[in-house]
């Protein structure tokens, strides 16, 4: 089990706004910023949103994140079949001994 | 240009170790903290191990505290992570990641490796 709660699929149709969520604790996303990561079948991640709501360079601004409280979200609008891939959410846990970093179960895009 | 590579992955059997390899170009190593994350067939990211740039620092998920040790060379660019006493579980493909700032230690990975597959199997 996860630290960190997704939803395991999410879809949609070309055009359309969709959201994953992603639900922690006060020891991780409350206290923390969160990230996050796509990555498309066969190739290692990619960060597509840090510090809960920033872009890096080179990502559409279809792309979005929030945060409250213990929960994170990543908004997708006007999707994209490139678009279908697994997100992942992170951040750091204070809980354990020293802290560790903690990803969500992921969540598998498929647009339709 | 940033660039960080796995190597070291392989098969091995239940019992036996490993050591991957992530020879890192293009920027400061010694200056970030650098992760191993792990991935397994067909399953999600899990972290693994974490060390600051200086070496100093180190950090271990329960699945694999005691059983391996992430370290680092700063003078040869390179990050380590050797695998002892090596389960069927531990079969994934492991990537390397680093961290985005400097002197800092967030999950914020800016850049990870291709990954390197490492399969325990007798």
């Known amino acids: 089990q996860s630290v960190l709660t997704q939803p395991a699929s999410a879809s949609g149709t070309p055009g359309q706004r969709v959201t994953i969520s992603c639900s922690g604790s006060s020891s991780n996303i409350e206290t923390n910023f969160v990230y996050w990561y796509q990555q498309l079948p066969g190739t290692a991640p990619k960060l597509l949103i840090y510090r809960n709501n920033q872009r890096p360079s080179g990502v559409p601004d279809r792309f979005s994140g929030s945060k409250s409280g213990t929960s994170a979200s990543l908004a997708i609008s006007g999707l994209r079949s490139e678009d279908e891939a697994d997100y992942y959410c992170a951040t750091w846990d204070d809980s354990l001994s020293g802290g560790s970093v903690v990803f969500g179960g992921g969540t598998k895009l498929t647009v339709l | 240009e940033v660039q960080v590579l796995e190597s070291g992955g392989g098969l091995v059997q239940p019992g036996g170790s490993l050591r991957l390899s992530c020879a890192a170009s293009?920027?400061?190593?010694?200056?970030?903290?650098m992760t191993w994350v792990r991935q397994a067939p067909g399953k999600g990211l899990e972290w693994v191990s974490s060390i600051s740039g200086s070496g100093g620092s180190t950090f271990y998920a329960d699945s694999v505290k005691g059983r391996f040790t992430i370290s680092r060379d700063n003078s040869k660019n390179t990050l380590y992570l050797q695998m002892n006493s090596l389960r069927a579980e531990d079969t994934a493909v492991y990537y390397c990641?680093?961290?985005?700032?400097?002197?800092?230690?967030?999950?914020?990975?800016?850049?990870w490796g291709q990954g390197t597959l490492v399969t325990v199997s007798s």
């Open positions: 293009g920027f400061t190593f010694s200056a970030y903290a």
């Open positions: 990641a680093k961290e985005a700032l400097r002197w800092e230690l967030l999950g914020y990975f800016e850049y």
